[in-house]
């Protein structure tokens, strides 16, 4: 009889057989991938190399592709939540779901075009949405005034978050004064003197500007009668 594995190390798995799959385990390979190459579309048959398995075997823990990248969503955006400061006044509230939002998706961009696909949005990100209604309607704000805000939030975020994901915004300032020279010389006149000024931003300094004036503006919002 051969000798027995020890006591707490396990014995290996047998050459060519492959590791036991579960729903996390695919997950939690998805998001490997996703850190590991996040520009990457992700894909099924990649999801699967990551785990050693055909396709057709994720299929087995998930009913469908939609459901496979809802979950995969679900990981990415269900951290959004637990960065917003519970105690935190609505307004810092506010601020936390934008900061919060900006930073997951682009550390995994690779995401963003999966939120909304084939006339399908994914239910983690109406989730996450929701959350953001949620600290609005702690401000007072209900109806219409309720839904521009949410939308308006969402929108600005989203925009600023799609843009910095095609290229930062260092490299965007460093583009336009590459540019400078074939622009038209009217055009050139005016942005120009910016380009000094532009340079000196970088993405989190300008994302905060923005979430400010945001902030600012709901603030007139939810004290008007």
Same mark, same amino acid.
């Given at each position: 009889?051969g000798?027995?594995?020890?006591r707490?190390?396990?014995a290996?798995r047998?050459?060519?057989?492959?590791a036991?799959?579960s729903r996390? *385990?695919i997950?939690?390979? @998805?998001?490997?991938?996703?850190?590991?190459?996040?520009?990457e579309?992700?894909t099924?048959?990649r999801? @699967?190399a990551?785990?050693?398995?055909?396709?057709? *075997?994720l299929?087995?823990?998930f009913?469908?592709l939609?459901?496979l990248i809802?979950?995969?969503?679900g990981?990415?955006?269900? *951290?959004?939540?637990?960065?917003?400061r519970?105690?935190?006044?609505?307004p810092?509230q506010?601020?936390d779901?934008?900061t919060?939002?900006?930073?997951h998706?682009l550390?995994?961009p690779a995401?963003?075009?999966?939120?909304?696909?084939?006339g399908?949005t &994914?239910?983690a990100?109406?989730?996450?949405a929701?959350?953001?209604?949620?600290?609005?309607e702690?401000a007072?704000?209900?109806?219409a005034r309720? @839904?521009?805000?949410h939308l308006?939030?969402?929108?600005?975020?989203?925009?600023?978050? #799609?843009?910095e994901a095609s290229?930062s915004?260092?490299?965007?300032?460093?583009?336009?004064?590459?540019s400078? @020279?074939? #622009?038209? &010389?009217a055009g050139c006149a005016?942005y120009?003197?910016?380009?000094?000024?532009l340079a000196?931003l970088?993405g989190?300094a300008?994302?905060?500007?923005?979430a400010?004036?945001?902030i600012?503006a709901?603030?007139?919002l *939810?004290e008007?009668?």
């Amino acid at each position: 009889m051969g000798e027995r594995t020890m006591r707490g190390n396990p014995a290996k798995r047998g050459p060519g057989r492959p590791a036991r799959l579960s729903r996390e *385990a695919i997950l939690d390979a @998805a998001l490997s991938l996703l850190e590991r190459e996040p520009r990457e579309p992700l894909t099924a048959a990649r999801i @699967a190399a990551e785990v050693g398995a055909v396709p057709a *075997a994720l299929y087995r823990h998930f009913a469908s592709l939609d459901e496979l990248i809802d979950g995969v969503l679900g990981k990415v955006l269900g *951290a959004v939540e637990l960065d917003i400061r519970r105690r935190a006044a609505w307004p810092e509230q506010v601020r936390d779901w934008m900061t919060s939002l900006r930073d997951h998706l682009l550390r995994y961009p690779a995401v963003l075009p999966l939120i909304g696909r084939r006339g399908r949005t &994914s239910p983690a990100w109406l989730d996450v949405a929701a959350v953001q209604i949620g600290i609005l309607e702690r401000a007072g704000l209900s109806g219409a005034r309720l @839904a521009r805000a949410h939308l308006w939030i969402i929108e600005t975020t989203m925009g600023i978050v #799609m843009q910095e994901a095609s290229l930062s915004l260092p490299d965007q300032i460093e583009n336009a004064r590459a540019s400078l @020279a074939e #622009m038209s &010389s009217a055009g050139c006149a005016r942005y120009a003197p910016l380009v000094p000024h532009l340079a000196r931003l970088d993405g989190d300094a300008f994302f905060a500007f923005v979430a400010d004036r945001t902030i600012e503006a709901l603030v007139g919002l *939810a004290e008007r009668p």
